[in-house]
């Protein structure tokens, strides 16, 4: 069935940029839901941001408000997470999700990613 894969990925420095990627396959991504959230050794998961099928609503975690932008490419069957000005306090796995319904729980996705490394440095 549905399948989603993060990519993009890296080491930056602090204050600098990283743009990640959430490809899409195995349903109709129009008619999904899309999260990002992010899991550090020994903490829980944590959501970071979500956005509708439709791309009309936006949810953000208050720790990332006015830095990360996620955005959806319908055509492309791909989400994004733009993230600015990265704190070595966003250091985690970031892990997209899938779900029919949009949502600020981890509980509430259904679909999962493999995961993706974040490491900003100071």
């Known amino acids: 069935q549905v399948q989603v894969v993060e990519s993009g990925g890296g080491s930056v420095q602090a204050g600098g940029s990283l743009r990640l990627s959430c490809s899409f396959s195995?349903?109709?991504?129009?008619?999904?839901?899309m999260g990002w959230f992010r899991q550090v050794p020994g903490k829980e998961r944590e959501f970071v941001a979500a956005?509708?099928?439709?791309?009309?609503?936006?949810n953000y975690a208050d720790f990332v408000k006015g830095r990360f932008t996620i955005s959806r490419d319908n055509g492309k069957n791909t989400v994004y997470l733009q993230m600015n000005s990265l704190k070595p306090e966003d250091t985690a796995v970031y892990y997209c999700?899938?779900?029919?319904?949009?949502?600020?729980?981890?509980?509430?996705?259904?679909?999962w990613g493999q995961g993706t490394q974040v490491t900003v440095s100071s």
């Open positions: 999700a899938a779900d029919p319904f949009i949502g600020v729980e981890a509980r509430e996705y259904d679909y």
């Open positions: 956005i509708s099928w439709s791309g009309v609503t936006t």
């Open positions: 195995g349903g109709t991504f129009s008619r999904y839901a």
